[in-house]
Nanobody, 122 residues
Framework: QVQLVESGGGLVQAGGSLRLSCAAS????????MGWYRQAPGKQRELVAT???????NYADSVKGRSTISRDNAKHTVYLQMNSLKPEDTAVYYC????????????????WGQGTQVTVSS
């Protein structure tokens, strides 16, 4: 079945940068929307950024201006470039995909990755 595999998390100093990636595996024709969400300890999961297959983007105010989401439709992969990282960015980051079309079916429900830990030290 369809799976989302994330990579790029880790430990980084404040002011540094990192790049998260998420690849959707399986026999996939297209994906409508892909994005990133995060959940910090004691907080609810929140949207970070999303991007449609056509390239339309949406960012949370907390990361706007220092983060860039992009995707490679041919590889079914979404990226999140984060610069000027802050300790407040520390969280588990989850990849999300909505509207997955395979050879034989379409999936309307959201798909989630396993999560990757991002820790920003001060």
């Amino acid at each position: 079945q369809v799976q989302l595999v994330e990579s790029g998390g880790g430990l980084v100093q404040a002011g540094g940068s990192l790049r998260l990636s998420c690849a959707a595996s399986g026999i996939i024709r297209s994906i409508n929307t892909m994005g990133w969400y995060r959940q910090a300890p004691g907080k609810q999961r929140e949207l970070v950024a999303t991007i449609t297959s056509g390239g339309s983007t949406n960012y949370a105010d907390s990361v706007k201006g220092r983060s860039t989401i992009s995707r490679d439709n041919a590889k079914h992969t979404v990226y999140l470039q984060m610069n000027s990282l802050k300790p407040e960015d520390t969280a588990v980051y989850y990849c999300n995909a909505q509207g997955i079309y395979t050879v034989v079916s379409s999936f309307l429900a959201n798909f989630w990755g396993q999560g990757t830990q991002v820790t920003v030290s001060s």
